[in-house]
Nanobody
Framework: QVQLVESGGGLVQPGGSLRLSCAASGLTFSNYAMSWYRQAPGKERELVAIITKTGGTDYADSVKGRFTISRDNAKNTVFLQMNSLKPDDTAVYYC????????WGQGTEVTVSS
């Protein structure tokens, strides 16, 4: 049974930082491309960042230069380092694993507010 469990969300002031983690189990993690999505209230879910199984990365224009995605295959975990956070970054953040099928986590909430 595949499980993705996100953690690290919370309330942070504008300009602050957070590091999200997504721990995977029940799959061969190194075979999967991993990505982070987010969904703000009243908006559609959008892709934030992706990291391939070989370590290639790509980012949404809105987070380039501020967010960094990384993975630790030994720990079956993908990370999202978020710096210089803005109120527009407020959303529920989800991780997704993609290979032969897509798997989603339950999400972790990030609120950027003073």
């Amino acid at each position: 049974q595949v499980q993705l469990v996100e953690s690290g969300g919370g309330l942070v002031q504008p300009g602050g930082s957070l590091r999200l983690s997504c721990a995977a189990s029940g799959l061969t993690f190194s075979n999967y491309a991993m990505s982070w999505y987010r969904q703000a209230p009243g908006k559609e879910r959008e892709l934030v960042a992706i990291i391939t199984k070989t370590g290639g990365t790509d980012y949404a224009d809105s987070v380039k230069g501020r967010f960094t995605i990384s993975r630790d295959n030994a720990k079956n975990t993908v990370f999202l380092q978020m710096n210089s956070l803005k109120p527009d970054d407020t959303a529920v953040y989800y991780c997704k694993a993609r290979w032969l099928a897509d798997y989603w986590g339950q999400g972790t909430e990030v609120t950027v507010s003073s």
